[in-house]
């Protein structure tokens, strides 16, 4: 049987993911947890480098984890972040990531789960997010 996750328990997935961010640059510190249609949650931390291009976001670090296990389908993210050592602040995806998340998402339907935590977000579909954004329909 799927088993549904709530908004509230993939927020608190990706306050756990946080925890393992690696930012000794920018000390900003982001957590994100992606659900897939089967309702399993793969999380994911920011991952700096000092090289600084190298970089990853938590989001894709979620993405990436879960499609290299075989995932394509995914329902929703909760994504948390702020600077290490305060408070969590509503933070949206930056532009990388938006497209990597077209290539893998309906944007009328995925959910983006901004939070600074399980009771305070604020919700947003990768279409409002990414207008006229370029996926794999285009190529069809
Ligand atoms: N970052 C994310 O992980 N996700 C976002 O949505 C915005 C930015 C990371 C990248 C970098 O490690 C740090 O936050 C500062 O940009």
Redesign the pocket.
């Known amino acids: 049987m799927r088993q549904t996750v709530t908004d509230q328990e993939l927020i608190r997935e990706a306050m756990e993911a946080r925890k393992m961010a690696y930012?000794p640059y920018?000390h900003?510190q982001?957590g994100a947890a992606l659900l897939t249609a089967g309702g399993k949650v793969y999380r994911g931390c920011?991952i700096?480098n000092a090289g600084y291009t190298p970089?990853n976001?938590?989001?894709r670090t979620a993405f990436f984890k879960a499609v290299s296990q075989g995932e394509r389908e995914f329902t929703a993210i909760a994504?948390v972040?702020g600077k290490e050592g305060e408070e969590l602040i509503h933070?949206?995806?930056?532009g990388v990531?938006r497209q990597v998340m077209m290539e893998f998402c309906e944007p009328e339907t995925f959910r983006i789960l901004l939070a600074s935590s399980p009771e305070d977000y604020e919700e947003w579909t990768l279409e409002r997010m990414l207008p006229l954004g370029f996926g794999p329909k285009n190529l069809a």
């Open positions: 930012t920018s900003f982001v920011n700096e970089s976001c938590a989001e994504i972040a933070t949206a995806p930056c990531c």
